[in-house]
């Protein structure tokens, strides 16, 4: 089962420089723990680096999060 986060939620409960998995978003209770798979979305605003490990990405998500200095890494499932 894929979830989807928007960078909003990443911007909210991240500081700059963490690296984002899925386990964990799961650890933190951002993402339910049957989720397999992840998509990152461009809903709301992203304003520190972030450097995020995801199967899928919006083509907007991946714009802002090159913008910020963050790094995107495709993970092939």
Do not use: C, W
Not at 5 to 32: R, W
Not at 51 to 62: C, F, G, L, P
Request: cysteine-free.
């Amino acid at each position: 089962q894929q979830g989807i986060i928007n960078i909003e939620v990443l911007d909210a409960n991240f500081n700059a420089h963490d690296v984002i998995t899925l386990t964990v978003l799961k650890e933190k209770g951002l993402m339910p723990k049957k989720v397999g798979r992840m998509k990152i979305l461009a809903d709301g605003m992203l304003n520190k680096p972030l450097t995020i490990k995801s199967e899928s990405y919006s083509i907007q998500a991946i714009k802002m999060i090159e913008l910020t200095g963050g790094t995107v890494i495709i993970l092939i499932d």
